[in-house]
């Protein structure tokens, strides 16, 4: 047998052998590559028991029990203090709650738990407050309907044992997403959106919506209501607000200003719409819950994180940028979103203090103070709507930018007024 013979006879058999091993790790030990559906109780809430049906998904899931600050040094999962970087706050939500504490949110499983130890509740408090960190408001909802909402919140978070978990956004016997929100399937429908007939696409964000989204409390009965009858950007909820609906005209006042403040309640969703991905159709999921493998099986992480920590997941099924490329881009957004939300919070603040200085002036000019508090209700809510989402305007930066734009103007309008109506001359 010649070399060429003997090298052919080599180069075959090797082929044989890799074919026949890809054969075997392809059929014979073909790893399973989903999931079979396995149906919980209804009335099951224990995330721990639905983890053993879906042990990839739960384990990813307690990721969320960790704490870390945001890979860009915005938001994070690190429960602490906003007002230790935004001083603003302490004049900004004087005579709220929010003035008290004001902590970076945890992760879900601390739902229940942050609230429970959150220094702006108290004996007062209604059960409307319960309505985002458990999945047993299906319970309170089947029995009360939005009776709950008015209850003590102490006699409902004595009945919660389950923070926000798998039940909140999955069906128990079948697995399919859903909304357990009352106050979002109501706002959608009062849009002419019919949540149960939405695409399984469509679902991935609005689990996420029915709870990170702006909200008010109707007065009297504690209702939960989602203020989107008139669009969901900033300027539409603020001109809905202006209508004062169901009674409701502010969230509190302002004890130096008396400027009557609405208080913004994470608008993630609202953000998120009208972005880039969400006009897009790129879900809350796509990036924040993304697809995995592990051993062969595709699951979606429950780990609900800065898409930054799960680039390769998150990002690369549609971007060709490089990670750094990637991480700078975000980053620069958020630091140029911070020094305007920055800026815009430190003038609402001296806004509040004009005020308060021209109305002790003998002889003031009320309708100019009155017109000062309008435009600074107004430039308040424009900065505390990119304040109080978690995303520092990513979600769309475009809008972020401009409504803190219209934020300074405003809040600069505002101690103009403010001191004209004290007869100071401001040219």
Request: with cysteine; proline share 7%.
């Amino acid at each position: 047998m010649n070399k060429p013979q003997k090298f052919l006879i080599a180069f075959l058999t090797t082929m044989v052998v890799v074919f026949g091993a890809v054969v075997i790790r392809v059929w014979a030990l073909k790893p399973p590559v989903g999931f079979k559906v396995a149906a919980i109780p209804a009335g099951e809430y224990d995330p721990a028991v639905w983890g053993k049906s879906y042990p990839l998904q739960y384990k990813s899931f307690q990721k969320n029990l960790e704490s870390a600050p945001s890979p860009t040094g915005y938001g994070g999962s690190v429960k602490e203090q906003k007002a230790d970087r935004q001083p603003e706050i302490y004049t900004n939500f004087k005579g709220n709650p929010f003035s008290k504490d004001y902590t970076e949110d945890r992760g879900h499983p601390y739902s229940l738990e942050d609230l429970r130890e959150s220094k702006r509740i108290g004996p007062t408090s209604k059960g409307a407050c319960i309505t985002c960190k458990t999945p047993q408001l299906e319970v309170f909802y089947n029995e009360m309907g939005w009776s709950y909402a008015n209850k003590p919140l102490e006699e409902l978070l004595n009945r919660s044992q389950h923070p926000v978990s798998c039940a909140n956004c999955h069906d128990p016997e079948t697995m399919s997403l859903r909304v357990i929100n009352p106050a979002f399937i109501e706002a959608m429908a009062r849009r002419g959106y019919d949540v149960t007939k939405a695409s399984r696409e469509e679902m991935r964000s609005f689990v996420c919506g029915q709870c990170h989204a702006e909200y008010y409390f109707a007065p009297g009965s504690s209702q939960v209501i989602f203020p989107w009858d008139k669009g969901v950007t900033p300027q539409e909820m603020y001109q809905y607000y202006a209508a004062k609906p169901n009674g409701f005209g502010q969230d509190f006042f302002q004890p130096d200003s008396q400027v009557p403040v609405l208080k913004a309640q994470h608008p993630d969703f609202e953000e998120w719409q009208n972005g880039t991905h969400g006009k897009f159709g790129v879900s809350c999921a796509d990036c924040h819950m993304p697809y995995m493998r592990e051993n062969g099986r595709k699951y979606s992480s429950h780990w609900i994180t800065s898409p930054l920590r799960t680039i390769e997941d998150s990002c690369f099924p549609c971007h060709t940028e490089n990670r750094d490329q990637l991480y700078n881009q975000v980053k620069a957004t958020q630091d140029n979103v911070w020094q305007l939300q920055h800026t815009a919070g430190l003038l609402v603040a001296r806004g509040h203090a004009a005020i308060a200085k021209a109305a002790t002036m003998p002889g003031v000019n009320r309708e100019e103070l009155d017109k000062s508090r309008e435009l600074l209700r107004r430039a308040q809510w424009y900065w505390d709507f990119l304040a109080a989402s978690n995303s520092m305007g990513f979600h769309n930066s475009v809008q972020g930018l401009n409504t803190l734009g219209q934020s300074i103007d405003l809040a600069n309008q505002s101690i103009d007024a403010a001191n004209r109506a004290a007869g100071v001359n401001t040219l």
